[in-house]
């Protein structure tokens, strides 16, 4: 469970609920496509629409994405779960009620673990259920009347439900983007939030330290995690206004308006009381064999959260690192590749991590987009080059800009090892000058001349200030044009003053 952070005196209780789309490519209870984005009530046959006389038949591709979801969070996946009917009455509910799980779900327990920062978070989960989703009502094509488009209806969901164990909007868009990451590494979920693929709630209260759980307010739909953070943190704010006022917080299903930066009333919110649960009679129970279990794990990818142990045992990089390499598939890949044709794997990593990621921001590329630009092959003869000191850090940003700005044209093309990137390499530390001064004899003539001129900082220095140093090596590296080996600098430097 995670540590409190309070606001205004107020401990933050986040808790969240997350719809993942299936990747199936029919519905959960019929043939109908799930395609996204078809004319309006074209996918929804017979059974999605509740004809009299038709009954549900359960999806065994759904079945086996709630299995590898269970594998990758490490939760219990029952050998018996059962089929609910949630009543409520919507528009968009063809049924007049929603086929999903209650008493016993097909994946229970678990935990998603992530960094905030450097610090390890670990969030519990109380369960993932399967159930179909809704259709959807049309408010903004129709004046004064909405329209019901049933394309949705019966598509397959996972909610994943949490322990109410965040603390914070930034620990819950971290829990969220690592969801997030699992789903579509493991390919249960494309994962895109514009369509509608992987859609949060979050369960919001406050409460003084110590003190009972406070009433929830449920922020339904959110999908961005930019709207996530803004919206959670508004209704922080509100509710610790509204105690502080003297109001109870009333239990409501409330909507965010990106527009306004605020969230809004929208229905009190039901218990599970109100849906009227129970067993679906047109569904036997669900019955997954051990059997089915170990043979879709044996037919799973690697699990980024085995990768990154992998990570920290084979490269030795610290768990920080592999956490965050194994962000995606891309990016480990890109990773492992790297580490291995340069044989310096905690080097791979800060570059990655580093000026990488941030040209990568900067653009607003992804990881493919970024390979075009400087593939893993020529990083990692750049890498080679800054360990056999053939150029320093500052000269291997600019060979860095160069591939980046220029590489895409020719230089780039049709490498296949190591050491053909290497020459690309070379050629434009050669065009531009940029190899390492290892020459004592010249680094010593600089230094002498740097020291002649600066005698303030020399006493300093003598008299016991190390930071003097500094204003030392700044002008030698100044004269030596960015060339010389900062290592060798402070060596002779320190040589030359003792």
């Known amino acids: 469970m995670s540590s409190s952070l309070l606001v205004h005196g107020y401990e933050v209780v986040i808790g969240f609920e997350t719809h993942a789309q299936l990747s199936t490519q029919s519905k959960i209870f019929s043939r109908a496509s799930t395609a996204f984005g078809a004319e309006a009530n074209t996918q929804a046959c017979a059974v999605d629409l509740a004809l009299p006389g038709t009954l549900p038949v359960m999806n065994k591709g759904a079945v086996e994405r709630a299995i590898e979801l269970g594998l990758a969070l490490g939760s219990h996946i029952a050998e018996r779960s059962v089929f609910a009917r949630k009543n409520y009455f919507y528009p968009d509910l063809p049924k007049g009620y929603q086929i999903s799980q209650f008493e016993i779900p097909v994946v229970q327990g678990g935990a998603v673990s992530f960094f905030l920062g450097d610090e390890k978070k670990t969030v519990r989960l109380v369960r993932a259920h399967l159930e179909e989703d809704a259709g959807k009502s049309l408010h903004e094509d129709f004046i004064g009347q909405s329209g019901i488009d049933l394309n949705r209806a019966g598509t397959p ?197 580093g000026e990488l990621s941030r040209r990568m921001n900067t653009d607003d590329l992804d990881f493919a987009q970024a390979e075009e630009r400087i593939s893993a092959l020529q990083l ?37 090892d190591v050491t053909q990137a290497a020459s690309v390499i070379d050629s434009i530390i050669e065009a531009k000058g940029l190899k390492q001064m290892n020459d004592t004899g010249a680094l010593e003539a600089i230094i002498d001349e740097v020291l002649t001129a600066n005698p303030k900082n020399v006493e300093e220095f003598k008299a016991g200030n190390t930071k003097a140093l500094n204003g030392l090596v700044g002008p030698i590296m100044k004269a030596s044009k960015g060339k010389a080996n900062p290592a060798q600098v402070n060596e002779l430097l320190l040589k030359k003053l003792s």
């Open 157 to 353: 969901l996972l909610e994943i439900v949490t322990e109410p164990d965040m603390r914070s909007s930034a620990e819950a868009v971290a829990y969220a983007k690592e969801l997030h990451k699992i789903v579509t590494w493991i390919g249960i979920c494309d994962g895109n939030m514009q369509e509608g693929s992987f859609r949060c709630d979050a369960n919001v209260s406050v409460r003084k330290p110590g003190a009972p759980l406070g009433t929830r307010r449920e922020i339904k739909n959110l999908n961005s995690f930019k709207f996530m953070q803004q919206a959670i943190d508004y209704e922080v704010r509100w509710q610790i206004e509204q105690i502080e006022d003297g109001h109870a917080i009333q239990q409501a299903t409330v909507l965010f308006n990106p527009d306004t930066g605020e969230t809004r009333a929208m229905r009190t919110k039901e218990d599970a009381a109100d849906y009227r649960y129970f067993p679906d009679p047109d569904l036997p129970p669900l019955v997954i064999s051990r059997e089915w279990v170990e043979r879709v794990r044996s037919e799973m990818a690697e699990l980024p959260r085995v990768m990154a142990e992998r990570f920290v045992t084979k490269y030795g990089l610290p768990e920080y690192d592999a956490t965050t390499l194994t962000q995606s598939k891309a990016m480990a890949a890109y990773f492992e590749e790297t580490a291995k044709a340069s044989g310096q794997a905690k080097l791979a990593s800060n570059w990655i991590m």
């Open 380 to 416: 990692a003869a750049l890498i080679m080059r800054i360990n056999d000191n053939t150029i320093n850090n500052n000269s291997a940003k600019a060979v860095f800009d160069a591939l980046w700005n220029e590489s895409r044209v020719a230089v780039g093309d049709n490498l296949h």
